[in-house]
T-cell receptor, first 112, second 114 residues
């Protein structure tokens, strides 16, 4: 069955450093990979989408890579800030009626 | 522009009672999704609609769960009878499409069944 794995352990980093979160998947060939941010008590908020034919996507301090051979996506936050502390979810998506599947998320803590 | 609106935000009820969760999607979005989030299982898709028609309900746990979308601006998720294991946060999301379109989530309903 389709499976998405994100680091279950929380990631603790110092302000100003780059945070790198990992999303691995099996038994799926997504056309798109999405990243969302979720704050406590709130719904997930869309951040970035990357297509299977794209290697890298950037938006301000965010960078996403997508390696369809390794079946892995990396999500980077450069110059991290305490306000970046949240849970980050990756999601695999496809067209043609396939469901979007979400990972369990990785909790990020950025210390001042 | 208003986002996805869910009500109630919190619901506490006793086992066996009927529970109805409500959702108003973003105007113009053709797709509506219902998810359930727990610590153990993460975010699970229960059912989704396209143009008010249910497309995939394979994630609905059992017959106690039902969902309707009577028009483009309203959907309900009903649990009858409710059980303690139904306790979770239920999210509604809407989007312009699947795949390459982002989903816009409401802030969820935190449901506790005693």
């Amino acid at each position: 069955s389709q499976k998405i794995e994100q680091n279950s352990e929380a990631l603790n980093i110092q302000e100003g450093k780059t945070a790198t979160l990992t999303c691995n998947y099996t038994n799926y060939s997504p056309a798109y990979l999405q990243w969302y941010r979720q704050d406590p008590g709130r719904g997930p908020v869309f951040l970035l989408l990357i297509r299977e034919n794209e290697k890298e996507k950037r938006k301000e301090r965010l960078k996403v890579t997508f390696d369809t051979t390794l079946k892995q996506s990396l999500f980077h936050i450069t110059a991290s800030q305490p306000a970046d502390s949240a849970t980050y979810l990756c999601a695999l998506a496809n067209t043609g009626g396939f469901k979007t599947i979400f990972g369990a998320g990785t909790r990020l803590f950025v210390k001042a | 522009d208003a986002g996805v609106i869910q009500s109630p935000r919190h619901e506490v009820t006793e086992m066996g009672q009927e529970v109805t969760l409500r959702c108003k999607p973003i105007s113009g979005h053709d797709y509506l999704f219902w998810y359930r989030q727990t610590m153990m299982r993460g975010l699970e898709l229960l059912i989704y609609f396209n143009n008010n028609v249910p497309i995939d309900d394979s994630g609905m746990p059992e017959d106690r769960f039902s969902a309707k979308m009577p028009n483009a601006s309203f959907s309900t998720l009903k649990i009858q009878p409710s059980e303690p294991r139904d306790s979770a946060v239920y999210f509604c999301a809407s989007s312009l499409g699947t795949g390459d379109q982002p989903q816009h989530f409401g802030d969820g309903t935190r449901l506790s069944i005693l």
